[in-house]
């Protein structure tokens, strides 16, 4: 079944403690974005990758990281977590960011920082 | 930048027609996408639109202008599974997809 997987699904965490939340898509898609959905805020860009090893910040990017050193997987990474980053996050790919490609997202990674 | 625009929160009665609007500002235009997203779950692609004008699929159609920077998402005959958050998506000159806020809407019998 082609979709976008994310781990872990749900997590509590403290302050400072780094954790990643991991991102794998098996339809060979080129483009991958990861997303935060806050309550009357809508999703947010994290981050973006056009393909291996292309990565760039999106609207709100601050206090993570991605890599994409495989086309299937794209990792975000929170080093320092903070009460703010408490959110619903989402990671979504396509084939391509043009035509009429579009998102397949991953079913949520629901992130609480105390 | 881009700026989009979409009524916060809509109800209507079940059976009835809703139209949520959609207004864009933006640098370029390469195409704008409906998404629907019920509560808890992940957004799921509806509608595409690059060219102007109607495109129809099912009890849902999408309408573009993009002189006006304007586009709706009209539902036909609602159901009650039709309540979620419905999300305008739009592409710029940079082709990366940027996301309004999402209008809720509630479907009532």
């Known amino acids: 079944e082609a979709q976008v997987t994310q781990n872990p699904r749900y997590l509590i965490t403290v302050t400072g403690k780094k954790l990643t939340v991991t991102c794998s898509q098996n339809m060979n898609h080129e483009y991958m974005s990861w997303y935060r959905q806050d309550p009357g805020l809508g999703l947010r860009q994290i981050y973006y990758s056009m393909n291996v090893e292309v990565t760039d910040k999106g609207d709100v990017p601050e206090g993570y990281k991605v890599s994409r050193k495989e086309k299937r997987n794209f990792p975000l990474i929170l080093e320092s977590p903070s009460p703010n980053q408490t959110s619903l996050y989402f990671c979504a790919s396509s084939w391509s960011s043009s035509g009429a490609n579009v998102l397949t997202f991953g079913a949520g990674s629901r992130l609480t920082v105390l | 930048g881009q700026n989009i625009d979409q009524p916060t929160e809509m109800t209507a009665t079940e059976g009835a027609i809703v139209q949520i609007n959609c207004t864009y500002q933006t640098s370029g235009f390469n195409g704008l996408f409906w998404y629907q997203q019920h509560a808890g779950e992940a957004p799921t692609f509806l509608s595409y639109?690059?060219?102007?004008g109607l495109e129809e699929k099912g009890r849902f159609s999408s309408f573009l202008s993009r002189s006006k920077g304007y586009s709706y998402l009209l539902l036909k005959e609602l159901q009650m599974k039709d309540s979620a958050s419905y999300l305008c998506a739009v592409r710029g000159g940079s082709y990366i997809p940027t996301f309004g806020r999402g209008t809720s809407l509630i479907v009532h019998p």
């Open positions: 639109n690059v060219l102007d």
